[in-house]
């Protein structure tokens, strides 16, 4: 398996030209693609944040992409995203603006077909299927370009992760309250991938978000752009990059365990792994597993109690709240009030899924642990 791997100090759309150009001649795409093709770009638009947040893919990231293809004769390039709001027309409209897509209208098309299919997955699937945005479904060849981040639910937002934006808006919270539980919602994601089978993935590391992702972290710079054909194994190398245990991620843990993912078959191109890279500070509702503090059947129930007492539930800071309501639209199990122009949050019923907090647009929801 190729991975590619070229240092980009900073968003200089010159420096990322010039790394994309390298990665798509070391992966060898040119072959992959005919004239007429229709190529669908999958970013991560999370929600409406500017470029200065490390949230969302960087446009110039999407702009070297989109370019390439151009100067290589594919002009039918659409770019598709589900964001976490709803899946409409004036809704997305802003988030292309926020994001700073809006001016990629000039190498490729902003999708405006905001209607789903039904798309049967593989036999054996828990999901027998998924409504997933038209755009993806038409697509010939479809690149996902997406944002390193730590995550507050799956621990690592990356290639697999992105594609679970390929599901309508507040269909999401459904698939949420349908696999609350982290195995579940992990082998989710992977047969999304699964269906969805994106030909090649780009990841954007100039600049990375670390602690509270997917949306309220803290920027950590890799200064790097990765790009692979197969994006759980680059999934599982890029977790190695943030100094995080790529077998502590569930979703990566489940990539290898299912041969999706190939750790021992990753061959580096382009530029060496940079010297000094610190790990990525985890985000404050992921737990520690304390099954190897204690051998055997004892450490399980150690790890048991423990992870009772440290579970994860969110608190909202209610000077910092608006009362948007963002937090509510979002909640799977629609638990969240809204009272007096605040967001109240009740521990019944809750998930720890944190989709409210990285729906808050003003960080006004923390984690507390039960104990
Ligand atoms: S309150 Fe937040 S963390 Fe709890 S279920 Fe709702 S969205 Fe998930
Ligand atoms: S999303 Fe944030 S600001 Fe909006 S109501 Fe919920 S907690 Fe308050």
Redesign the pocket.
Known sequence: MIQTLYNVNEYDQALIDAAVEKMMKELDVLSDLRPGMKVVIKPNLIMAKPTSVPATTHPAVIRGVATWLRNNGITDITLAESSGGPYMAEYMKNIYKVCGVSALADVLKLNDDFTSVPVHTTDGFKNHSFNIITPITTADYIINICKLKTHSMTGLSAGMKNLFGVIPGLEKPQLHYLWPNIEDFSNMILEIDQTVKPNLTVIDAIDAMEGNGPTGGTSHPLKMILGSKDMYTQDYFAAGLMKLDPNSIVMVRQAVEKGLAHPDQIELRGDPIPEGLTQFKIPDSINLDFSSFMPGPLGKLFAKICAKLLKSFPK?DSD?????????ESCPQQI?K?KNK??KFPRRGCISCFC?QE????K??SVKKAL
């Open positions: 909202v910092k709240c608006v009362g948007c309501g963002k937090c509510a969240i809204i605040k967001a409210c729906m808050c647009p003003v006004a929801i």
